[in-house]
């Protein structure tokens, strides 16, 4: 299993209610973290996760993949892979991709594309508020 380590070298927004925005790395890829967001909060600009696409960030240290797969409905999936734990990354307009043992989930369903994961990624539960996706 890998292992996140937080980089809080850059704090991009912050305050009450709206948790604390930073960078951190698994594998050396920074992503954006996201602290302290209680449900019902602000986890990420809806704007920021593309129409088509994902977006990978870590919630309390937590990795996870948001993805918007029509406008306006979005997605999460927790982005540990069911396999032996390692941190699934996106690909460049395909699946959700484990570089330990090669298994492939779908960022829409989180369901196992290619094995030896015989589990879909456990869902990590979202909801759109207005222009931001927060934590259901
Ligand atoms: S830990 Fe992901 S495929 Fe083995």
Redesign the pocket.
Known sequence: MDACFSRRSLLVAGGAGLGALTLAACGGSPVPEVDGVAPGGRIVALADVPVGGVYELSVDGHRVVLAQPTAGTVVGFDAT?T????T?RATEGGPLA?P????EFDPVTGEVLQG??VRPLAPFAVTVSGADVVLA
């Open positions: 892979c396999h032996q734990g390692c699934v484990c330990c043992h090669g298994s030896p994961a």
